[in-house]
């Protein structure tokens, strides 16, 4: 008789469609408490979720276009309980929850590369 | 003047605030003031820029914004003008059209000598019918929906970038 084999269920990837931004994936559940979701369908009308949702488009798109010139700048990170940090800014996730930098000046020494959490930032500033 | 509810306001009433002098409390007792750019509908997080001897940018968590005021409710032409241009790309050398076509040229080779099928559509080169390559044709000007074909295309450009100017790979 073969010997059975064990079967490997692979985790289920992400769902192709929302990439993150589905107020019902797992993911989101898990990760992103914090994350704001747009207005349920059933709250408003259609014309309404098509202004909210230009509205969301063009404010993204300066957002990411803010992250995209801070990459390899120097930004300075001011977190709470008076900490405040230097790194290079690398890149961020989807949902704004970790920033990936290099060179993290702390006060115990440098940290060639970090993830910082978000939700320990109260603010950061960079130079153009 | 905004409470706390910052984060829930949405994209509409967050619409307002744009390209008004704002200050924005946050955290412990930090108060930031500066032109808003725009707030990022994920986080609700508070891009804010001053010009001063240099252009500064700061942006406020979404979670630890208090509250929202603001100061001046229309910027002046030249603000609003540097407001506009504050995270745009510095805008290219105009290269003659002689030149530009030549560095097409230079470019169409480049990737035919690495198999990679391109033709010429007007003043672009379109690469594989999914990536489109504008004037002055560098890495920066490639567009493409195909995030693995747009990397692979950028670094086959840069090299011949850097081999061009003699720096190192």
Excluded at chain 2, 28 to 49: C, I, M, N, T
Excluded at chain 2, 134 to 143: E, I, L, T
């Amino acid at each position: 008789m073969a010997t059975p084999v064990p079967v490997l269920r692979l985790p289920k990837g992400p769902d192709p469609n929302s990439r993150g931004f589905d107020p019902n994936s797992p993911r989101f559940i898990a990760l992103c408490r914090t994350s704001i979701s747009s207005s349920a369908a059933s709250d408003t009308n259609s014309e309404q979720l098509q202004k909210e949702q230009d509205a969301r488009s063009v404010l993204r798109e300066g957002f990411l276009r803010c992250l995209l010139s801070m990459t390899n700048k120097k930004v300075q990170f001011q977190m709470y309980e008076n900490v405040k940090v230097e790194a290079t800014f690398g890149a961020s996730d989807i949902d704004v929850l970790n920033f990936q930098v290099s060179d993290l000046h702390t006060p115990i020494g440098v940290q060639k590369e970090a993830l910082i959490r978000c939700q320990d930032v109260i603010s950061f500033t960079f130079d153009v | 003047m905004m409470q706390c509810g910052w984060p829930l306001m949405g994209p509409l009433r967050w619409l307002h605030y744009l390209n008004k002098e704002v200050t924005v409390r946050a955290g412990k007792g930090e108060e930031h003031r500066g032109w808003l750019l725009s707030v990022d509908p994920v986080s609700a997080s508070v891009v804010l820029v001053s010009f001063g001897e240099a252009v500064v940018v700061r942006v406020v968590m979404g979670h630890a914004v208090e509250a929202v005021e603001v100061l001046r409710a229309a910027a002046d032409d030249e603000t609003a003008k540097s407001l506009r241009s504050v995270f745009l790309p510095p805008p290219s050398p105009c290269l003659d059209p002689k030149e530009l076509r030549q560095r097409r040229d230079a470019v169409r080779r480049w990737l035919q000598e690495n198999r990679i099928p391109v033709e010429e559509e007007g003043e672009e080169l379109k690469v594989a019918g999914v990536l489109t390559i504008a004037a002055p044709y560098s890495a920066h000007d490639c567009r493409s929906s195909n995030q693995i074909i747009l990397d692979r295309i950028q670094r086959l450009i840069g090299i011949q970038d850097c081999t061009n100017q003699g720096l190192p790979l």
